[in-house]
């Protein structure tokens, strides 16, 4: 029979063995996660552009969206007052050094004028721009939110995606799996003939203002309403930025 304390020495050996093991797994689960984390945003972005881009995202590697992103995409961070931010005030506001690691969902719990924004300017393979701006609102059953793709004039919507936390298959959950549905807002404008920021209102019972609206989705009017308000709410939190880059 084994002695007393060569039981509880080999107890404490492989405790510690089986501790090490399980940190290593947390460890390496934690790296991989955090990246595909980081690939799911990027390519969200990226998604927002994919009719400008030239290839198509569904068919890239981890690795691909990564070098496109990097390679294609300029980041900036802006306050509420349309003021670029440098890193160091960015790192100081909110702990982190890039626009794509915003998590706005925390900002959206700040007070307004203590919030900002990301900023995220496409140049395609002609060089034109495009500037995404991260837009989020709530759903029927938790967050949705969306990328918007803004031509160069700052007015035109030049495309746009849109996804959710826990929206309903077949209703809700539409806003990111009907391609017909998204692409109405493509062409849409934030401003009228008069200047004015109307944004773009999703609408039941037909369009009548073909510039600002779009037809709503049959049975998800939760989930509609909230897409209504975040492109309203959300979208005007930029014009300050939009007005400065309009005028020059």
Known sequence: MFSTSYIIKFTLIMTVI?????????????????????VYNKKGILSAVSAQLGKDLNTMTNTEVQEVFSSKITQKVINMKGEELTPDQIKKLTGVSTAVE????????????????PVFT?????????????????GLWDEIWGYIAM???????????FDHKG?????GAEIKDNKAWYKQFTGRKLYDSNGNFKSVSVVKGGIKVVDHQVDAISGATITGNGVD???????????????KNKKS
């Open 18 to 38: 089986v501790s090490l093991v399980l940190s290593l797994l947390v460890s390496g689960l934690k790296d991989v996660h955090s990246e595909n984390e980081s």
């Open 102 to 117: 915003i998590d706005l969902g925390k900002e959206n719990k700040k007070p307004v004028a203590e919030r900002v924004l």
């Open 122 to 138: 496409f140049k395609d393979d002609k060089n034109k721009e495009y500037n995404i701006l991260y837009v989020r609102g709530k």
């Open 151 to 161: 031509d160069s004039d700052w007015n035109s919507i030049a495309g746009q995606a």
């Open 167 to 171: 929206e309903t298959p077949g209703l």
């Open 229 to 243: 308000e975040m492109m309203k709410r959300g979208l005007m939190y930029y014009e300050p930025y939009i007005l």
